[in-house]
């Protein structure tokens, strides 16, 4: 199956910094997504981004298909952004990476 | 819409004990998925259906665990016997394309 990785495996942030998380994977894929986990369980889809770049409010997410890679920009952190982020790959059948875990500190 | 609605929320059973998990989708969703989540191996897909026809069940863990889907609206997720070892946090998502969109979970614990 596809290998996913993802970089760094923790993150500690102070309130209103920038952060970048990246996402490795392994072979071409038709979908790649991210997704928050927060600290009550939730999986939170994010982004949709096979290609190219997209924003929404603070986040915003690039992947380069013919690198194989993607980057999740955090902007301005708040503590309502600390849980866990999943980059997963594939195409129906979805690979997840082991994780980011974030930890933003007031 | 709702979202993806999982119940129940929170199982605790006995070992041997049959769980059966339930799931239904967001309407108009034609792919339906089913993850489980643990410390040891992370998020790992279990089964999916396309227009409620299983397509690849090849993480299912083994002859215990069985999914069905009678119909759009409805999945489940039975396992039997129930084991300690399948104790963890069990995901259904559905799609209408490649997009995944996952329910709330239900947390298993098997004593």
């Known amino acids: 199956g596809i290998q996913v990785e993802q970089s760094p495996p923790d993150l500690i942030l102070q309130e209103g910094a920038n952060s970048t998380l990246r996402c490795n994977f392994s072979d071409s894929v038709n979908n790649l997504q991210w997704f928050h986990q927060n600290p009550w369980g939730q999986l939170i889809n994010l982004f949709y981004?096979?290609?190219g770049t997209k924003q929404n409010g603070r986040l915003s997410a690039t992947t380069v298909a013919t690198e194989r890679y993607s980057l999740l920009y955090i902007s301005s952190s708040q503590t309502t952004d600390s849980g866990v982020y999943f980059c997963?790959?594939?195409?129906?059948?979805?690979?997840f990476g082991a994780g980011t875990t974030v930890t933003v500190r007031a | 819409d709702a979202g993806v609605i999982q119940s129940p929320r929170h199982e605790v059973t006995e070992m041997g004990q049959e769980v059966t998990l339930r799931c239904k989708p967001i309407s108009g969703h034609d792919y339906l998925f089913w993850y489980r989540q643990t410390m040891m191996r992370g998020l790992e897909l279990l089964i999916y259906?396309?227009?409620?026809?299983?397509?690849?069940d090849s993480g299912m863990p083994e002859d215990r665990f069985s999914a069905k889907m009678p119909n759009a609206s409805f999945s489940t997720l039975k396992i039997q016997p129930s084991e300690p070892r399948d104790s963890a946090v069990y995901f259904c998502a559905s799609g209408g394309g490649y997009e995944q969109y996952f329910g709330p979970g239900t947390r298993l614990t098997v004593t």
């Open positions: 981004i096979p290609s």
């Open positions: 997963a790959v594939g195409a129906y059948k979805l690979s």
């Open positions: 259906f396309n227009n409620n026809v299983p397509i690849d």
